[in-house]
């Protein structure tokens, strides 16, 4: 299958520090990455690059068939959809879901509310509908909890049908129910032979959701380890990304992660 996403050799220097350290990746279509690290590991810094928010200090990245800095990036950032912190500080609290989830297609078409046409309504509803909050589509977003909230931003980041999916940390302050509501709705995406190629960033395997299928591994910049899910996410690898002695389960397609305990005798 093709790249949807090709990275050789991409670092990212500020000042004396590597915020990324020749990291090489390529996500394929209809693949879904969980790209994990611990904090200041450097995952929001790779998902700017592949969001072609950000250019590399060095190294060269391929964006949906195109090489990043021979495009227009205003032309390929319609072509992916973003949540993440820094999005959603910019989301209106008094508009409707629904509107919310519409005027992604106004950003990128510059077309007037008024004009969107049934088909752009039916897509929204259905958007709303696949991450679980259709009930609430006439609400205002500054009425939501948190977690309805995250879905709402996912439903609005696929609004413009991108051909890649950047999702940074969206069960970052979500409660035990939030999480497990947030990780079933990530599964049916993940599933869905629709849905574009994912990248799901977070520090919590336990926030993994059954479907998805690679993940990235970094510390400090640099990748530890990166490859098939099953294969790569060993307990080994997860101590090394995160600097101490872990266990890692894994049940039912959900994984979980403690510190090793020192045993005597
Ligand atoms: N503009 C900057 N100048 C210097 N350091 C930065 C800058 N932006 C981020 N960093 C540092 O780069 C590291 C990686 O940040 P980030 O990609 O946000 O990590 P993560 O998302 O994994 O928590 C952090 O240590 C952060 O403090
Ligand atoms: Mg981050």
Redesign the pocket.
């Known amino acids: 299958m093709s790249a949807v996403l090709e990275l050789a050799e991409v670092t990212v220097r ?2 004396q ?1 590597l ?1 990324l350290d020749r990291v090489s990746w390529v996500v394929r279509e209809g693949e879904r990455w969980i790209l994990l ?1 611990a ?7 790779l998902m700017q690059i592949a969001g072609a928010q950000l250019h590399p200090t060095s190294g060269a990245v391929g964006l949906l068939g195109e090489l990043l800095g021979t495009v227009d990036i205003f032309e390929l950032r319609p072509r992916i959809g973003v949540s993440s912190a820094a999005v959603a500080e910019q989301i209106p609290r008094d508009e409707t879901v629904r509107d919310l989830v519409l005027t992604a297609s106004y950003a990128v078409l510059g077309r007037w509310r008024e004009e969107y046409d049934a088909v752009d309504h039916d897509r929204a509803d259905a958007l709303l509908r696949e991450v679980g909050v259709a009930p609430l589509a006439d609400r205002t977003y500054g009425t939501l909890s948190e977690g309805e909230r995250k879905r709402v931003q996912i439903a609005r980041a696929l609004m413009t049908d991108p051909e890649l999916l950047l999702l940074d940390e969206p069960a970052a302050g979500l409660d035990l129910g939030g999480r497990e509501d947030l990780v079933s709705t990530l599964s049916v995406l993940a599933h869905d032979p629709l849905s574009p190629a994912t990248v799901l960033v977070s520090h919590h395997v336990e926030e993994i959701p059954p479907g998805f299928t690679h993940v990235m591994m970094l510390r400090g910049g640099k990748v530890v380890a990166q490859g098939q899910l099953e294969e790569t996410l060993t307990a080994e690898a997860l101590s090394a990304t995160f600097g101490m002695p872990l266990v890692l389960e894994h049940h039912d397609g959900r994984y979980a992660a403690r510190r090793k305990q020192h045993h005597r005798g």
Do not use: E, M, V
């Open positions: 500020r000042g520090s915020l690290g904090n200041g590991a450097g995952k929001t810094t």
